[in-house]
């Protein structure tokens, strides 16, 4: 059996998809907003600070293989409900919460090593969702879109150890925005100029130091329509380390809309 910590976004629902397709026995930790799981039989829910109940459930149901999907929101710790384990591993959450989301995510896989739980890659069981190196429309970035790809890459690479964003927007060879707390969809309202269209792009690589298991830069249709709205020419991603959600979908949209998308 395998354990499924789910949160927010559309990515676990692909996931469950494919896993009822294999007819393969699992139980999911639903640690999403709304409660997106609580229809299913096998979804419990449990905070995020209550370890020993998190742990004995998948011992229980002889879950020693876990994978994490979807966005978790950072907890307000003081609000959280402790148990045991909560409290004694509780310290190091706080403090590895100070360098972000995914920065909890691989505390949290490190306490399940720990507990003889092993976590496997979010697109172990969807290999689909992801994009190999190559051009997958039929407009290819030109010359000025490829400098405004190689200054966008070069910032990622360049930023400081502490700053965790996956998502930069280069329109012209300047910086627009850079990716924040609010993530893809603010930095690219912040980056729509009505004196542009059809310039810039959007390029969406892993953090630095990233655990490739988890929290890969997730692209799909509704990214498209803000970059569209936003002026921009393409979006472009690493080859093998995002998730593409919608893939047809999307292609088609760019397709339409005189977009691009490329992988690197």
Do not use: W
């Not at 929101?73 to 959450?93: A, C, E, H, W």
């Not at 969809?185 to 655990?211: C, H």
Request: proline share 3%; aromatic share 8%; glycine share 6%.
């Amino acid at each position: 059996m395998i354990g499924l910590i789910f949160g927010d976004t559309d990515f676990p629902n692909a996931i469950l998809k494919k896993i009822k397709q294999k007819k393969i026995r699992y139980l999911i930790i639903d640690l999403s907003k709304n409660r997106t799981f609580r229809k299913d039989k096998n979804s419990k829910r449990v905070s995020i600070g209550q370890f020993g109940k998190i742990i004995n459930l998948l011992k229980d149901n002889k879950c020693n293989k876990v994978l994490f999907a979807g966005k978790v929101v950072k907890p307000r710790f003081s609000k959280l409900k402790l148990d045991l384990k909560g409290f004694y591993y509780m310290p190091r959450i706080i403090k590895s919460s100070k360098l972000g989301d995914a920065a909890i995510l691989r505390e949290i896989i490190d306490i399940f090593k720990k507990e003889r739980i092993i976590t496997i890659n979010s697109l172990f069981f969807n290999p689909e969702l992801t994009l190999k190196r190559g051009i997958y429309t039929k407009i290819k970035p030109n010359t000025l879109d490829r400098a405004d790809i190689s200054k966008a890459i070069s910032i990622l690479k360049n930023l400081n150890k502490y700053n965790h964003s996956q998502g930069v927007v280069v329109r012209n060879k300047k910086l627009i925005a850079i990716e924040g707390i609010g993530g893809t969809q603010k930095l690219l309202m912040k980056s729509k100029n009505n004196k542009y269209k059809d310039n810039g792009v959007l390029v969406k690589f892993p953090k630095k130091k990233q655990d490739l298991r988890i929290d890969l830069p997730t692209i799909g249709l509704e990214t498209f329509k803000q970059c569209k709205l936003a002026g921009l020419r393409g979006i472009v991603v690493k080859n093998k380390q995002n998730v593409f959600l919608e893939k047809k979908k999307c292609i088609n949209f760019a397709n339409k809309n005189k977009m691009f998308i490329l992988s690197k």
